[in-house]
Each structure stands twice: as C-alpha cells, then as structure tokens.
C-alpha cells in the first residue's frame, strides 16, 4: 500500500526557514508527480508547488516563488520544500500529495492528486 508521510513542520519567526520533507513508499515512486498543498484555517486548500516525476520541471504559486523550492531524491523516496523568508501568511498545514501516473509534468490541481498525506503543521510568528 503506498503511502506518504510529512514531516519538518514547526514554529518559526519570520524571516526565518524550515525544511519539509514527505516520504512515499512504493517501488515506483521515480514514477509519481508531486506537489505541496497548503490548508489556512477557514480557507480552502491551495496549490503551493509541484514537481514532475524525474525532478526536471518544476512550479510554483507566485505567492512564494523565489523563497520556496521543491526538490526530489528518487533513490531516497522523497520530496522536500525548502522554504526561506517565511511570512506569517505563510502558515498552515502542509500536504505533500503523489500522483500515480504522470508524464513528463506537474500538476497544479487538488483533483489531479492520487494519494495524499496527513499534513504537518506550520506556524509563523510575527
């Protein structure tokens, strides 16, 4: 049974950084497109970034591009999001998210997403 699983999250002072980390099981993970979602309290679930299968393509919501990156280690099963110059508006729970069957591409919508893990929190204090 495939699985995906968050962790990293945390309290942090903006400006300041953390390192998610979402780990899948499965042999075929190098064949999964993944993404990171975000949860606020009292708002929908939204986009935050995505990275196809082979870790060559890669995007981002405009809200956090150039502090965030997502990034891929095959061998290790596992995705990261490194996010820098964090804002309070950056808080929420976290989701790493995997699709099964993907191309050469991201995917950008909730619906796109096969499995998806519990999420991991994270606070950013003024």
């Known amino acids: 049974q495939v699985q995906v699983v968050e962790s990293g999250g945390g309290l942090v002072q903006a400006g300041g950084s953390l390192r998610l980390s979402c780990a899948a099981s499965?042999?075929?993970?190098?064949?999964?497109?993944m993404g990171w979602f975000r949860q606020a309290p009292g708002k929908e679930r939204e986009f935050v970034a995505a990275?196809?299968?082979?870790?060559?393509?890669?995007h981002y919501e405009d809200s956090v591009k150039g502090r965030f990156t997502i990034s891929r280690d095959n061998a290790k099963n596992l995705i990261y999001l490194q996010m820098n110059s964090l804002k309070p508006e950056d808080t929420a729970v976290y989701y790493c998210?995997?699709?099964?069957?993907?191309?050469?591409?991201?995917?950008?919508?909730?619906?796109?997403?096969?499995?998806w893990g519990q999420g991991t929190q994270v606070t950013v204090s003024s």
């Open positions: 499965g042999r075929t993970f190098s064949t999964y497109a």
């Open positions: 990275i196809s299968r082979s870790g060559d393509n890669t």
């Open positions: 998210a995997a699709r099964f069957y993907s191309g050469s591409y991201y995917y950008t919508r909730l619906t796109e997403y096969d499995l």
